[in-house]
């Protein structure tokens, strides 16, 4: 029985981090992994971009730039998409 609540645990508490890797823009969805055009031409421009900093990519043979962009604020708050060589990484959400 125990065996049993472990994993129903496991599956809900994946579900509940599936949820802040994808953001809805009116009717279409952006999740994580999407290209930042395809972002763009979803979302529009963002309020505000900013590049924070660079990383290497696989086997660091190439640098690739990390950028921030903020949406918002939709209903008293903010995304905040974090973009890696121009794929969408992380989609953080904050109040105002």
Not at 25 to 52: H, W, Y
Not at 57 to 84: A, C, D
């Amino acid at each position: 029985m125990q065996r049993l609540w472990v994993l129903l645990s496991i599956t809900l508490g994946a579900g509940v981090a599936q949820a802040d890797d994808t953001m809805r823009c009116g009717s279409q969805l952006i999740s994580t992994g999407d290209r930042a055009f395809e972002v763009e031409e979803k979302c529009g421009a963002p309020a505000f971009r900013d590049v924070i900093g660079y990383t290497l990519g696989p086997y660091e043979r190439r640098e690739m730039k990390i950028e921030e962009w903020v949406y918002g604020p939709n209903n008293g708050v903010n995304s905040i998409l974090t973009f890696e060589g121009s794929r969408l990484r992380h989609i953080e959400r904050k109040r105002q």
